[in-house]
């Protein structure tokens, strides 16, 4: 097994020329920093998520999946720790840039329209207040740091990296797979605010959704009943461990553990996400 990546959250080895697997473990990141305590479950969680809506929006564009059944795995990896929480997908040429999608005005898209009126130079309409749903969806890419934060580029500039036609098509895909979602997951009791997509090149150069797909890691889920414009909103995703962590003036810099309550609500959270939008038990 030749490891040749090891993320926040995800490990990936090179399995030949083609294939690789990818390892979601229960590490949880935030402010960019992986933290002490990891939540129990929560690779298994977000592997399920991330296999649910690539099924779901394969009519749309096709994925990295080869198989996500453990006894059709390399041998290797027929072992208990990797159960559930493993996918054999496709090696693809992947695009250097990370597409966002907002659908509401929140987090660092609120504080920005508060300065000037834009989101990531997008000029949106005057009076919004804060977690409101824009108008229509709105892609704000950026570029992928190997360290520290990612930055806002313009389309301008993805064009420049990747070229016209093949931006104009990850923008229309993921505002496509963003909006046919989100109506799902709002008909779940689930508003999806924003969310991080990343594709790839196949062998034929044709555009495949890789990586992973709106799980609580990746995107921003508000509870429906709970929403209420005009301030920051309760959430099934990290939110509420990064609100701790802030709330409690966390020292990343002299990382320590985080309390079992707080690790066990953020675990619940996420199942309750799973549930409720697959409609089955974890």
């Given amino acids: 097994m030749k490891k040749i990546s090891s993320g926040k959250v995800r490990e990936i080895y090179e399995v030949d020329d083609n294939s690789l697997m990818m390892v979601v ?13 990891e939540v129990k479950d929560k690779g298994k969680v977000l592997n399920k998520i991330s296999e649910f809506w690539f099924d779901f929006v394969k009519d749309i ?32 040429k992947m695009l250097p840039i990370e597409c966002i999608i907002r659908g509401y005005i929140t987090g660092s898209g609120w504080k920005s329209y508060k300065e000037d009126g834009t989101v990531c130079g997008i000029k949106l309409p005057a009076g919004l207040k804060e977690s409101e749903k824009l108008p229509e969806p709105i892609f704000t890419p950026t570029t992928k740091a190997t360290e520290g934060h990612d930055m806002n580029i313009s389309f301008e500039e993805v064009c420049n990296l990747i070229g016209k036609d093949l931006a104009e098509e990850v923008k229309s895909k993921a505002i496509e797979i963003y909006s046919k979602c989100a109506d799902y997951a709002r008909s779940k009791g689930i508003i999806i605010a924003d969310t991080k997509f990343e594709f790839g090149l196949d062998e034929n150069g044709n555009l495949v959704l890789a990586d992973e797909v709106l799980t609580p890691d990746s995107s921003r889920f508000w509870p429906e009943d709970d929403y209420e414009v005009g301030h920051s909103q309760k959430s099934f995703d990290k939110q509420y461990m990064r609100d701790w962590l802030k709330q409690n003036n966390w020292d990343a810099s002299n990382p320590t553990p985080i309390p079992e309550d707080v690790v066990e609500t953020t675990r619940a959270k996420y199942i309750q996400a799973y549930e409720r939008l697959t409609g089955k038990k974890f």
């Fill in 25 to 37: 473990s229960d590490r949880i990141s935030a402010f960019d920093v992986i933290l002490p305590t």
């Fill in 61 to 92: 564009i096709p994925n990295h999946i080869i198989t996500t059944k453990y006894e059709e795995f390399p041998k290797d990896f027929q072992t208990e720790e990797f159960r559930d929480r493993s996918m054999l997908v496709k090696k693809l």
